[in-house]
């Protein structure tokens, strides 16, 4: 199911078909109106030393759902439910927070029989509270068709595998799918595809995008992504509020396929590129105030995202070192000290039934690792699963905490302080 459905996309990427224009190198010609608002302690669901667990849930069986983990550790399961009676939509995917909001997408395409309704694709909530404020139907979200594209409809729906949401403010909620990237105000409830983040396939008959979601990130108003596929040219890409076109685009070179991407600091990305035939990678070393590439280094491992859902970046940084997913049980680190390549830890050593990671993210404040992995991956089976949290402020990663059956196919892990840091 969700190593399925990141397998699908990256394929995509490099399957997918485009016309012969592609968006050129430039320089911003958009500043962003506002930045993300100063940060202010949140209570509640939101409140600073929390996480947010968002599960996928095996979608034949279930509908998305929230886990919490307090400050002081205790857990609750299904918070979304328990506040408001109701459910996500079927297969969550993406959240982000902004202010005191909570933006959550689903792909709610299947409709299984016994499964309750969700509340839809894009469900806007109190993030203190989770009580719901505004949730947007499938049928809603629709866009006008783009010029060039051969289908019949005026108006066009998402694709049916979300992969992605950023929100930049309540009118640029940037979300992405497997068509492409979208801008989306929830003042207006305007849905518009982003020019340069898509190509057409299939003679103009299909919309395929050109962006990859994982490890999409906002940094001081701007979203920069990864793009690349066999059809289209390996690039960093960048965002900004209130426009429908990609701002400007950056070549990274070799590799066709992008691993994700993570921040080093204000100033600097690392893109990871790979290329499946070769077994080899390069890591990226992007100044984004200047736009230029200031470092490359090739990587004899294949670092893909293939191993995570599509939000999970492939690649992500602490302390200056690149840590990635060396296969579906073991992380691997690259030095900044020696440059070296080395395995680091193994889950199956503390949760001897892992078959799989769903996803991993790094609290970059406290130095703490959240690896969540299932025994089994079927849209139809809920599997024994672990929320494993590692320190990696030691030489060797240290397990803190092991929660079992917390995660139910999770899709992303998010410590509330990474939102005031974008």
Not at 58 to 75: F, K, T, V, W
Not at 363 to 368: E, F, M, R, V
Request: with cysteine; hydrophobic share 35%.
């Amino acid at each position: 199911m969700n190593k399925t459905f990141t397998y699908f996309f990256a394929t995509s990427l490099w399957l997918a078909a485009c016309t012969s224009e592609q968006p050129n190198e430039s320089q911003p010609d958009t500043e962003p109106t506002d930045t993300v608002p100063a940060s202010v302690t949140l209570g509640g669901y939101a409140s600073p030393e929390s996480v947010l667990i968002l599960n996928e849930g095996a979608r034949m069986l279930e509908n998305g759902s929230l886990a919490y983990i307090s400050p002081d550790g205790n857990i609750q399961s299904d918070i979304y439910k328990s506040t408001n009676g109701t459910e996500l939509g079927n297969q969550a995917i993406a959240l982000d927070l902004y202010g005191n909001k909570l933006y959550i997408i689903c792909n709610d395409y299947l409709k299984p029989e016994g499964v309750s309704e969700g509340d839809g694709l894009l469900i806007i909530a109190n993030a203190e509270t989770l009580q719901k404020e505004k949730a947007y139907q499938r049928e809603e979200m629709v866009f006008a068709r783009p010029e060039g594209c051969k289908q019949e409809n005026e108006y066009l729906e998402m694709e049916s595998s979300l992969s992605n949401i950023i929100v930049l403010d309540e009118k640029n909620i940037f979300i992405a799918d497997a068509q492409a990237v979208y801008r989306f105000d929830s003042t207006t409830g305007k849905l518009a595809l982003i020019e340069g983040s898509y190509a057409f396939g299939n003679q103009g008959v299909t919309i395929e995008s050109i962006i990859s979601p994982s490890g999409m990130t906002a940094i001081n108003g701007f979203i920069y992504a990864g793009a690349g596929g066999f059809w289209s040219e390996t690039m960093l890409v960048e965002f900004v509020k209130g426009s429908d076109k990609v701002n400007r685009t950056l070549k990274l070179g070799k590799g066709n396929l992008i691993s994700g991407l993570c921040k080093l600091n204000d100033s600097t990305l690392v893109a990871g590129t790979y290329a499946r035939e070769s077994k080899s990678s390069y890591l990226y070393y992007i100044d984004i105030k200047d736009w230029a590439v200031k470092d490359e280094k090739r990587i004899n491992e294949t670092i893909s995202p293939d191993v995570f859902t599509a939000t999970s970046s492939g690649i992500f940084a602490y302390n200056g070192d690149i840590y990635f997913p060396q296969d579906d049980a073991s992380l691997a680190r690259i030095s900044s000290k020696t440059g070296r390549t080395e395995e680091v830890l193994n889950v199956r050593n503390d949760a001897a039934n892992a078959n799989g990671f769903d996803c991993m993210t790094v609290d970059a404040t406290k130095g703490w690792l959240y690896i969540s992995t299932h025994m089994q991956n079927s849209e139809s089976i809920i599997p024994e699963s672990n929320l494993l949290i590692y320190d990696l402020n030691e030489e060797t990663p240290r397990l803190l905490k092991d929660f079992s059956n917390l995660t139910r196919y999770a899709a992303g892990i998010y410590p509330t302080n990474r939102f005031s840091a974008n």
